[in-house]
Each structure stands twice: as C-alpha cells, then as structure tokens.
C-alpha cells in the first residue's frame, strides 16, 4: 500500500526500520517477481489466469517473536517472504495452489486442487462472461422472444452459481439479466435492477460458453413460462440528474485547523497507525481489504489480528435457480479486489488520509487500487460526563474516535466497512448495508411471502446478511480463554426474601465450538487472560464482545447453505488458532460443499483455556425488503465492539481534556447571544457556573 | 421555552398565529396565575409546597381536530388552558392533586390523594434533607465512631425510599452517605462517591427528622457490623485538575459556514422545528423533559406525541437497604427537573439552538431553565452509495442527522437523550448512560457475585437500566394497528426441495397487552394504517421499530420491583388510547405499589386493531461495573429507531443533492496532493472516473 503523497505536515512518518515488513502487503515488484516463478514452472507458452497473489503471512510461532522485538526494539529476526497463489491453466479447470519463497526464490508447493474446489469470481472473467452471453445465439434468440424496443440494452450480471448438488461440479455461472430503460438507453448509469428479466443463462467459466438458459418461475409457484413478449415498465433511476433534489441543505464541514491528531507511518506497503495510545499496522489484500495487526493500546498487547473473515447473504426463495443463491462476498468476489476508490470529500468526511494498494489482476500483473481505504477522525458526541448537583459543575469530555473506511461494491450491494477507535479502549467494527436489492421479475397482481414487491413487475426476495468477524486476541499476552458472564436470578430464600436479588455467574468456555449470545439472561462473552489482574479487584484482565442479537442461518441443517456457511448459525466460534484459518467460511467458497470452515475446526472439540484461541464473531440481519430499499437503500448500520473490562484501573478516557468552546468552536445559530464569564465554580450568589472557560475573543 | 435570542440570521422565524398553542409549555405568567388560584382555596397563611405545576394537556378529541385545522391553515378551536398541580401541605402528608381551568379561572377538581400516594423529590427538599441529616444528634453519634480527620466532610445522597411493604407507608427517604477525600476537602467537587459510608439514615419528609439509621452490611452476608474507626482510602477524582491530561488531541471544528438548515419557529414558549421535511412541536415539561408533538414528514402525520415515558434502575444486592433500591428518574425526580445547562461546546457540537424553559419551583414560583435543549444537525457518514461497476460511476449521499439533545442527572447519573431525524424518513431516540455509578462499602478481600469492586472499599452492585419510550402514533391517520412480522423457515417439500425457503409471516395484534421482540425469528414490530396503500405494492404504509434485545426485570413476580415497574418486563406494551396514560410506571411513583401503568392499562384487555393506539416500546442495559467503569463511566448507548415500511415509493433520501468536494471541504492530511478533474464518466481510455467534481481552487 502506498500513501497518496509524502507531506511535512503532521502526520505521515517514515519507519525507523528499514526493509519489509513480515507483515507488509505484496509489493509490485513482489507480485511480479511471483508471477516469475510461477510461470517458470510451466512451458513458456502456457496461459496462466492468476486468481490470487496474496502475502502468506508468517508462522503466528515465527511473527509474535518478531513483534516483541520489534516493539522492545531488539533486533529484528529473518523471516521468509512467502506468498500464496491460485492459478488456472486458461479455459481448463485445472485450479492450482502454491506458495512461493521469495526470500529463498523458491517453490514451496504447486498443487492441483481436487473436485469442487473453485476459485472466485475476477473482474476480467465477470466482462468476459457478460460479453459471450450477449453474443450467444440461444440467448440472443430468447431476447427476441421478448421483442424490446429498437436499441435497448441488455444488461447482465454473472453470479456464482451456487451449490445443490445438481450437476454443479463444474465452475459454472448462473446469469441474471435485466435491461436499461429503452427510454434512456444511452445511459450507462440507469438503473437496470429495475428492469429484471425472466431468462438466466447458465455458462461454464471453463469452456466459457453458454450450457443451457434457464428460466425463472415470475408466479406464486414453480410454473414457468415461455419467453414472452416483455411489458414495458417504468424505470426507477437513482441518479441525482433524474430526481428533484433537495435544495435546502446547508452545507457542513469538519475541520480541524491544526490538522488531524493520528499519524501514519509508512514502511514500504505497510503502515502504522498511532492515535491517541492505540497503535496498529494495516494491511490489505485481495479478499480481506484492511487487516489490522498487532492492535496495541499504550503499548499494551490487545489483538494480534482482525479482519472481516466472510460474509454470507442466502436467499429466501426456494424455487430454481434462487434455491442456491448464496453469495460469500469475500471468497467469491474479494473485499479488496471490490474495494472502491473513496475520492475526496464523497465517501469520508474532514481530514482524510487515504491509503492505497496494490493487488494482483488476473495476468498476474500489479494492479493499483488507490484510495482504498480511509482514515480520518471524527466527533463521537459526548464521551461521559457528570455535573455534581451541589455545585453544579460540570466536567465532560467529548468522544473522539478514529474511522478506517473501506466500502466495497460486488455486483448490485455496497458494504461499508469501518475500523473505529475511541478514547475510552473501545474498537467497534461497523458494516452498513446499501446499494441495490438483487431484484427478479414478478408477474402483476402476485404476491409472494417470500419478497417484497418494490416496483412494477420487480420482486426483490427476503435475504439474510451474516457477517464473522475474526478477533486473534493478545490481551495483554498470548495465552487467553473465552469466557461468559450471564445475569441469573437469586431464588427466594432468606437471603433474597423480597425476590430482588440477582448475580453474575463466569463460565469457561473449555472446548472449541459455536456459541450464542443471550440477551434474555444478558449472556456476553469475554476474552481475558488469567495470568494479568485488574491491580484493583484482582479480576482478570478482559476485553468483552458487544455482538447484537440476529436471526442465524435459516436454512436448514441438511441445506447446502448451512453446510457452505460454517459461521452463520452462531454468534460466536472460538477455536483454537491454527496458521492459516482465516476464512469462517472455509478458503474456497465458490460453489463450496463446505466441512473446511470454522465449524469444522471447531468439531476438532480442542481445548481452548489458557491458549492461543480465535474467536469469530457473527452477526447480521435478516432483510426483509421494504419500498423504501429501492431503488438504492438507506443504510442499515450494525456493529460489534469490543471492550475492556477490568483491564485498566479507571476509566481510560478519565485523562481526555475537557471539552470547552475554545476547543471546540461551536456557534450559536443567533449570533447575537451574549455569552457570560463562567469558572467552573459556584459563584458568590451561590448560583452555579456552568462548565466552559470563558469563549475566546475570536467568536 | 424561550430561545436564547433573537436573530435575523436563519431559522428562528415567528409564528404567523398569536395566542398561546394549546400545547405549549405553561409560560411564567401562568405559572403564578395557577398557583394563585390554588394558594386561593386555602387559608392565606397555609404553606403549601408545590411539587409540580404542568401544562394538563388538551383531551385527545379536542387536540387532533385542532391540529389538523393548524396544518390546513383553518380557523382555530379554541380549547381551554389546563394546568395539573400537585402539592403537599407543607410538613404533613397531606398531598393533592388538582387541575385548574386558566382559561374559565376556575378549579376543576383539588383533591388528597389516598394513601400510598407520594410525590416526586424536588430539589429545595433535597437540600433540606441533607442538611437535617447532618445536623441530627444520632448521625453524629454516628459519624463520630469513624474518627474521621479534622475538617472531613461528610455527603449524603437522599434516594427515594423504595418499596418492600414493611413501614414504608409514610414518606420517607434513604440516606446514602459518604465521605469527601480528606486530603481534598476544600474542593467541593472532590468524588465522594469512591468513599462510601456504611451508615444510612433514614428521614421522614414529612416530619422532617432522622427516624432511624440503618447499617449495610459490607461483607458476604447480612452480617451487620458497629460503626468502626474509618479506614482511609484512595481518592479516585475525575476532575480535570486531577488528572494528567493528554495533550496530543487536535481540535476537531464542526463548521456550518452558510449556518444550519434547520428553522425553529417561536411561538411564546412553544417550538416548532422544521428541518428536511421534518416538522414537529417541541414541548418541555419538569417531569418529562422534551416532548415531541404533531410530527410530520413532507405533511404527512407520522408521530402524535413521542416522549421517554419512565425509566427504572433497580439494584441487584439482595439485602436490607439495597433490595428496595429502584429508582424511577422521571417519575421519583423528573427529566426536566434534572436538565443540564448545556453550555456553548460543552455538550453539543457545530451551529447549536439552544432552548429553554420554565418551570416552577416548590413555592410555586416560575424557575429560568436555560439551555435545556440543545438543537443542532450532525453528519451521520454515509446515507446511501451505489457504483456501477461497469463505469466506476458511483452515486452517493451523506447522512445528515438533526439531533434535540438534553442531559439529565440525577444524583450520580447522567442520561444523555436525544432524538435524532435523518433524511431517510427515520426517528431515532438515542440514550446514552454515563456518570457514577452508584456505591457502597465492601471490606477489603470480599468479593460479592451481586457487584463489582471498582476501588478499594467500593463495590459497585449490578442494576438494569430499562427505559421506556412512548410512541403515540398517527401514521397516515389516527386509526393504526400493530402488527409483528416473522421470518419462519418452509418446511422441506417438493416447493422447498433444498431446505433454504423462508418467508415473513404478519399477525395483527389485537389486543392491548405486552410483547417481546424476538431476534431468533426477526419478529419485528410495525404500525400500520390499513386504509392507505403503498401505490406500488399495496401494503398499509406503516413504521416499523428497531428496538434491540434486553434482558428484562430479573426481579421475580412477586415483588416490588417488578409490580411497580410495570413496563420492565416486555419489550412492547401496546394499549388503547386514554387521555392521561403517559407514564408506563404509573403517575405517581415515588414508594409507589404499582396496579396504575402501562400494565394494568393493557390488562383491560382493549381491541386494538384500527384504533388509536400507544405503544411504549421498553430498551436497555444490565450493567455489571467493571472498572472502566469508575469513577465516571465512558457513554453507554442504545437506541431505538422507527423506521418506514412501504410508506414512501421510494427511497425517501434519494433526493438528497450527491456528496461532492464541494460542498463537503474534506481535506487531506497532505496537503501538497494534486487533484485531477473527475466528471462521474467513463473517460476516453475506458477508465472510470471518480464522483467528484474537480475541487473548487479554493482548496
């Protein structure tokens, strides 16, 4: 990853030490010099089409000893650059896995992979697919059927096919189709989502040609009929030059005139991030995005590494071909290879530093995604405050927290994906869901249970999003259980003779398996370490998980969803760590058969107390579509914090300035307002002051 | 209310009718004209101690047809001004309740209410307690075992008695006492609350005088010790002045440089707010703080009255004084009561409104209550983004919120609450938790599994936080219904082959009571108006609440606790309309029996389907302290939103004006960066351009 430009002011550091970090994304020239390798190992005449060239992080046993050096700063050990990636020979399905030793130029392994295991979608491929399906005879004859206007554009979207077992073991593609409104075919930006069509064409990605097109049921029921000549609709645009835009909206700035309070240091690809005590390195590649690693706060040892595992979106109509509509976002698309490009001012707000990265297309040649991701601090409202009603002063400190921004599009959806901080040792990990509901036709005057109606002719289905979040804790060492606490009533005795009484109760999580939370008897789950006490109650050391209640995985424990989707029919998986178990949903997710995920980690039934465990965090919603959802949707926010509990012996925002007018430059609307002296203090009339300093003179 | 002042600059406009809303806030004049005419029924020399002096709102059936003549710009009803008082005979327990007529100058009705009726706590009485407390002879006595050092100052907290049946008739109050820092006594804002006494009086309001002292037990058990020698302890202070403060945070400005989109229209004390579409009627009350009246979006009615209806914190220690600590903040003391000063950049941050208000004091007299309200707008992140991955055009919006801020203590606590608008057509009612945890002294090496030790000597016992929010709708009209949604799994047929069908399933709701949410099925609550159709899809506009899972009152049935508290034990109760049902735990709550909240309304067992219904919808915390915790705790947040359902025909927010560069003025951290124009295209290359608009050269 590259910062946008060098700068003398503030921030951006260059790195005491000097070569590549372990840690650091690939370079160009390390991506280049893999794909050497690689393509050195077949004749010189093989087309190889890249589908990963991705950083093989070090053993866990080799990098925690690396950053214990590197944060005592002692010398620093040698560790093996490695990278990991997936090839196919061109139009075969022959899906290779190696990994390459560039420190020692050498192959580690290059392996075929067996049956059912695919790799995910790319860029290149999505267009090429799009443009052989328009050029089909079969399709083209379909579209016929349909007698659109002169000039209408056909618009596809390839999707992963999915998995039922129905002669699926080939990498396949089902096909979704839509026009541009005929009314504004020349728009490259209409809203085709609002115009779906009834035909789906199904392509192997192998031969890369059209196998067969099926068709969609547009009814109540399974009926399907022949294509028919196609009911022209209204369009439903969400461009800003097809609406009537509000005009009254003043604007609003963040500004912070002595520029922005973290600092960026950049090591080649890799950054630190130091703000207000925490400390962390970003990295990002092809299928995480941003990875955050050895996540510190005043210096002390919280997460060896976070990151968005997977996310699973299953679909709630059980009719062909929507049965097997189950997108994993990352291990078929890529959170970083979907990453947009958030331009200044649109997508982050206030003093922006903008990382960008470098990633793999499908030659094998590095690709430069710029301003992948955003940091910028931001105004969380009051952090905490208390006005002593004797005197009436008021102390009160504002929230300030630290934002990394990431949005990524993957076909029709945008997810934005955030990284916040705050000053009381709080991380929050924050997903809204927008862009556009993935739509299919419906027949007028039908309804379905399974969807919602959102414009003429245009059904959009019922849907889960379940997002994991993968938490590697370090808190305060290496060696940590999972616990949970849950709020249990006292029975009625003479100890609790009024039926009041109520008590805490720890559990020990001892195997590894899949868990939930609880809000009826307030069961949250705790990573603490036993061997560091709260110096003030003797309590271990913990930080607690704030996952919010969600409908689990639907689908049934026979389905192939359920068994694809490891992590989505629970709140929480917690394992013990393995080198190379990132992904919930199992490494390979594209038309999965599943039992490679976190489930099955979990049946290895390993004991976790006192270990090096990973937890993976669940959490989601179940979308029932609304009108209000189309033609783009609102955002629906959802977040999972972790939080310390007896970690600290205060309060760790307690040391947070007060927050007063000369720092924080608020204006009255009326400009006309008097303000008076204040102190703090109770004046001579006994009356109290109120908190602020007096306002400076410049107001 | 009053606003600050006036301003030709923006949005304070006059209302275009004059005389007084009949939902306006009671003005000063009023006030004393009311407690005139009650200090009129009695002897001239009686001594009457005012506890409330409220505006009695209209009768529903007079209200609705007024306001709709209001917004079509009719001729006006007159409708009577109606003032509710409560007020005690001073030193007896002689406590009424009238309703004086202001407009007729009559009285309506001045009656005693029964026994085990009291009222709220009123400051002057606070202090007055306090100071009886101290002077008492067995206090000292008291107080005199701890030997405490020369100058020490001792702090009692009054709380309302609570309830257990046993001598709790009378009015009385428990005393908590603690010690200020003896190194620190001269500081009047020194943290008591980390020196907790074991010592608690308790005082008969009516007679004013110590009537016992009780002793807590400060080891495992009930095990009540004699007053010994006080062993000194650490302070723990949370002013600033105590602390070492972090000097590395940079200012962060938020700038409305053409001023604020918001207009508030004074009409005497009565506010309206008018924003994106949005406008509403802001009240202000002692008991209840802000209120909300006659929301509207785009004209149409949405919302009647949305107000926080009660709150209860009841305490997990099962013995003797603590099983009947169970406070009602609103009820026992009062939101508006309690407001906070909120000072220019303390508490709310950008181009600020500020209003404020009047109530009466317990003499009856008008009391200023400035800057109770806080008004400004925030930027929320992102609203809503889609790019279309064929040309990199992305379209996307910012979120702007308008947020009405007000801050309550109450003793130790703080709640901040607010109700946040966005342009998405939703309410959110925000609650954040935060000031000092209520205390009580542990010896040293215990540990209790009702509580957290959070400083030596300290325990902070585990208590519930359940909030009630009142949500009186017109959604479309005044006849609605509720429903609840569910999203159930098909079982495996021939229609669902592969075990993935789901479908959502409605049922009306049809008779007052109460119900839970319930994640494990998505069910989800929403208010509809069956006789306005979605035009696209047909379905009852309707608003849908996102109210997150809680754990209930543990309390068991049978108690106190949980007959008084008579909302705590469901996420929902929904009942018929009544004139006069506002408070969810009964009117009068102080020491209260229960058998007069939202409960026992719902047990009448109403239909309420396509009437005028309420619907209190319950939110919480169980907090556990952790150390974190103290001495002031960082904001803990949970909100409630309301959100659209098939209301609009399309996103509401899609005409909001794109985010650009332009109007947003983000900056980067590095300032030497070039920019290149972008013009939301597909440039000549193929490449896609950004969504910005070349940044102005102002930059």
New interface residues.
């Given amino acids: 990853m590259a910062?946008?430009?060098?700068?003398t002011?503030?921030?951006?550091r260059s790195a005491k030490q000097t070569g590549t970090h372990p840690l650091a994304p690939l370079s160009a020239e390390e991506i280049e010099g893999t794909v050497s390798i690689i393509k050195a190992q077949w004749p010189t005449n093989a087309d190889l089409q890249f589908k990963s060239v991705t950083l093989e992080e070090p053993a866990k046993a080799e990098m925690v000893p690396y950053l214990e050096a590197e944060f005592h700063g002692d010398s620093l050990p040698n560790i093996d650059r490695r990278v990991s990636v997936n090839y196919y020979l061109r139009k075969t399905n022959k899906f290779h896995e190696a990994v390459i030793n560039l420190t020692q130029q050498s192959v580690e392994y290059n392996v075929r992979l067996g049956p059912n295991v695919h790799a995910p979608i790319d860029?290149e491929e999505v267009m090429e697919i799009e443009r052989i399906t328009l050029e089909d005879e079969g399709v083209k004859a379909e579209i016929a059927k349909l007698q659109l206007p002169e000039g209408t554009q056909v618009i596809v979207d390839p999707w992963p096919y999915g998995s039922?077992g129905i002669d699926d073991n080939e990498r396949i593609f089902q096909l979704f189709m839509y026009i541009r409104d005929p009314e504004n075919s020349s728009e490259?930006?209409s809203n085709h989502y609002a115009l779906p069509l009834a035909i789906s064409p199904v392509v192997s990605a192998e031969t890369m040609k059209v196998i067969r097109i099926d068709h969609m049921p547009t009814g109540k029921?399974?009926t399907l009929k022949e294509t028919q000549p196609y009911q022209l609709r209204p369009a439903?645009e969400?461009?800003?030059e097809h609406?009537?835009?509000?005009?009254?909206?003043?604007?609003?700035?963040?500004?912070?005139?002595?520029?922005?309070?973290f600092a960026?240091t950049e090591q080649g690809t890799s950054h630190i991030v130091e703000w207000?005590k925490w400390s962390f390195r970003v990295g990002f590649n092809a299928r995480e995005g941003m990875v955050l690693y050895d996540v510190r706060y005043d210096g002390r040892n919280l997460f060896y590494r976070l990151s968005l595992s997977d996310m699973n979106i299953?679909?709630?109509?059980?009719?062909h071909p929507f049965?097997?509509k189950?997108a994993f976002d990352l291990g078929d698309a890529g959170a970083g290879a979907m990453a947009?490009?958030l331009?200044?001012?649109?997508?982050?707000?206030?003093?922006?530093?903008?990382l960008s990265a470098v990633l793999a297309d499908e030659k094998g040649a590095p690709m430069d995604m710029p301003n992948v991701v955003c940091i910028h601090?931001?105004?969380g409202?009051?952090?905490?405050?208390?006005?002593?009603?004797?005197?009436?002063?008021?102390?009160?400190v504002?929230?300030?927290e630290l934002v990394l921004q990431s949005?990524i599009?993957v076909?029709?959806y945008?997810y934005?994906l955030a990284f916040m901080f705050?000053?009381?040792?709080?991380v929050t990990y924050e997903v809204?869901a927008?862009?556009?509901l993935s739509t299919q036709p419906i027949d007028d005057g039908v309804?379905?249970?399974?969807g919602?109606?959102?414009?003429?002719g245009v059904l959009a289905t019922?849907h889960q999003h379940i997002f994991s979040l993968r938490v590697d804790p370090m808190i305060d060492g290496y060696n940590n259980r999972l616990v949970y606490?849950e709020?249990?009533?006292?029975p009625?005795s003479d100890?609790?003779?009024?039926?009041?009484?109520?008590?805490?109760?720890e559990t020990v999580v001892e195997t590894s398996g899949g868990y939930d939370v609880d809000?009826?008897?307030?069961r949250?789950f705790k990573i603490q370490n036993v061997d560091v006490r709260?110096p003030?109650?003797?309590?271990p050391v913990a930080y607690k998980i704030h996952a919010?209640?969600?409908?689990?995985m639907?689908?049934?424990s026979?389905?192939?969803?359920?068994k694809r989707a490891e992590f989505a029919d629970r709140s929480i998986y917690a394992v013990k760590y393995r080198d190379g178990e990132l992904f919930a949903g199992g490494k390979y997710t594209n038309q999965s058969r599943g039992g490679t995920g976190v489930r099955s980690w979990a049946d290895r039934k390993e004991n976790i107390v006192d270990q090096d465990l990973v937890v993976f965090v669940q959490f989601g919603i179940?979308h029932?579509p609304?009108?209000?959802?189309?033609?783009?949707?609102?955002?629906e926010i959802i977040k999972v914090s972790l939080?310390?509990?007896?970690?600290?012996?205060?309060?760790?925002?307690?040391?947070?300035?007060?927050?007063?007018?000369?720092?924080?430059?608020?204006?009255?609307?009326?400009?006309?307002?008097q303000?008076g002296t204040?102190t703090g203090?109770?004046n001579a009339s006994g009356e109290p002051e109120?908190?602020?300093p007096a306002?400076s003179s410049k107001l």
Same sequence: chains 1, 2.
């Fill in positions: 910062t946008e430009s060098a700068s002011s503030l921030p951006l860029g039922d490259a930006d029921d399974n439903n969400y461009l800003p609406q009537k835009l509000r005009t009254d909206l003043k604007p609003l700035n963040v500004v912070q005139p002595e520029g922005a309070s960026v207000q299953p679909y709630a109509d059980p009719r049965h097997k189950s947009n490009n331009k200044l001012g649109c997508d982050c707000l206030g003093t922006i530093h903008y601090e931001q105004d409202g009051i952090g905490w405050k208390h006005t002593n009603y004797r005197t009436g002063r008021a102390a009160v504002r929230n300030r949005i599009t076909a029709n945008e934005i705050n000053q009381a040792g709080e809204r927008t862009g556009i309804e379905v249970p399974w919602t109606v959102v414009h003429p019922h606490d709020a249990l009533p006292m009625r100890f609790n003779p009024h039926g009041t009484g109520y008590y805490s109760q809000y009826s008897n307030n949250t709260n003030i109650n003797g309590k919010p209640a969600f409908q689990k639907i689908s049934d026979e389905s192939f969803n359920y179940n029932i609304r009108i209000e959802d189309f033609p783009v949707m609102p955002c939080k310390p509990v007896n970690f600290f012996d205060k309060n760790p925002a307690l040391d947070v300035a007060p927050s007063t007018q000369e720092f924080n430059r608020s204006t009255l609307v009326s400009e006309a307002h303000q204040t203090k109770v109120v908190c602020c306002p």
